[in-house]
């Protein structure tokens, strides 16, 4: 089979001192502080160095953090040395890449980088060790995959949609903190409004109210919509 086309990096500046960093449909996201700069995901890694585009514009140490272990999060991992992620994420993570050193970040974890800070919130439910990171000062909330436009793959070990509903309802029950969620998937900039569309659409899946139609790509599982949210499941699982 030829070898897919890939685009290379494209770095598009997300405000201040951050950028995010496209890779083929997933995006990492790179953030500055004063003294150490934040890498959220590392990609596909299949368009070569990302460190090499990290390092064009940032001259920061970057922390590596992951919203969770798919691989489309975590390509370029090797590149960075120990990255941090939730433990609920080790045993999937080594699974694919024996012995790749990283560290635990738990709930309620702080990454201060020197004038901006991000918090760990433990977000179950796309994955056993999903997380979100809230930027209280810039009221912004960084949510990976589990609040999105682009539909949720929710089938698979470890997966659950009653998990992601319990995860959005927390969510919820913090949206005084934040105005706007960043997506690792579709459009990047995702209205908070989307997560209240979720636990509605996750209700009526959960309920046997929404029918299942064939997803665009061969996939064992279908895609679910209903109002302006869509996950991609498997009938054995709902
Ligand atoms: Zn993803």
Same mark, same amino acid.
């Given at each position: 089979?030829?070898?897919? #086309?890939? =685009?290379?990096?494209?770095?598009v500046?997300?405000?201040?001192?951050? /950028?995010?960093?496209?890779? $083929?449909?997933v995006r990492?996201?790179?953030?500055?502080? #004063?003294?150490?700069?934040?890498?959220?995901?590392?990609?596909?890694?299949?368009?070569?160095?990302?460190?090499? *585009? &990290?390092? @064009?514009l &940032?001259?920061?140490p970057?922390?590596?953090?992951? &919203?969770?272990?798919?691989?489309?999060?975590?390509?370029? $991992?090797?590149?960075?040395g120990?990255? !941090?992620?939730?433990?609920?994420?080790?045993?999937?993570?080594?699974?694919? =890449?024996?012995?790749m050193?990283?560290?635990?970040? /738990? #709930?309620?974890?702080?990454?201060?980088?020197?004038?901006?800070?991000?918090?760990?919130i433990?977000?179950?439910?796309?994955?056993?060790?999903?997380?979100a990171?809230?930027?209280r000062?810039?009221?912004l !909330?960084?949510?990976?995959?589990?609040?999105?436009?682009?539909?949720?793959?929710?089938?698979?070990?470890?997966?659950? !949609?009653?998990?992601?509903r319990?995860?959005?309802? =927390?969510l919820?029950?913090?949206?005084?903190?934040f105005d706007?969620? /960043?997506?690792?998937?579709?459009?990047?900039?995702?209205?908070?409004? @989307?997560?209240?569309?979720l636990?509605?659409?996750?209700?009526m899946?959960?309920?046997?109210? *929404?029918?299942?139609? #064939?997803?665009?790509?061969?996939?064992?599982?279908?895609?679910?919509? /209903?109002?302006?949210?869509?996950?991609?499941?498997s009938?054995? @699982?709902?």
């Open positions: 089979m030829p070898e897919m #086309e890939r =685009k290379p990096y494209e770095t500046p997300a405000g201040g001192k951050a /950028w995010s960093i496209e890779d $083929n449909g990492a996201l790179l953030f500055e502080g #004063e003294k150490t700069a934040l890498l959220v995901d590392t990609g596909f890694g299949a368009g070569g160095s990302l460190k090499a *585009v &990290t390092e @064009q &940032t001259d920061r970057v922390t590596v953090v992951n &919203t969770h272990a798919d691989p489309d999060h975590t390509g370029c $991992n090797a590149e960075f120990t990255v !941090l992620m939730h433990p609920a994420e080790f045993s999937a993570y080594h699974a694919r =890449k024996p012995g050193p990283v560290a635990p970040l /738990w #709930e309620g974890d702080v990454i201060d980088l020197g004038g901006r800070s991000f918090e760990v433990h977000i179950p439910g796309h994955t056993p060790g999903s997380i990171l809230l930027d000062a810039n009221r !909330l960084l949510a990976g995959d589990s609040v999105s436009r682009a539909p949720i793959f929710m089938f698979g070990e470890g997966r659950s !949609l009653l998990a992601h319990e995860s959005m309802r =927390k919820l029950g913090m949206e005084d903190a706007i969620c /960043w997506a690792a998937h579709g459009p990047m900039e995702v209205e908070k409004e @989307q997560i209240r569309r636990i509605e659409a996750a209700g899946i959960i309920d046997g109210k *929404v029918e299942g139609k #064939e997803p665009p790509m061969p996939i064992p599982a279908k895609e679910y919509a /209903w109002s302006g949210a869509a996950f991609f499941c009938a054995t @699982q709902l």
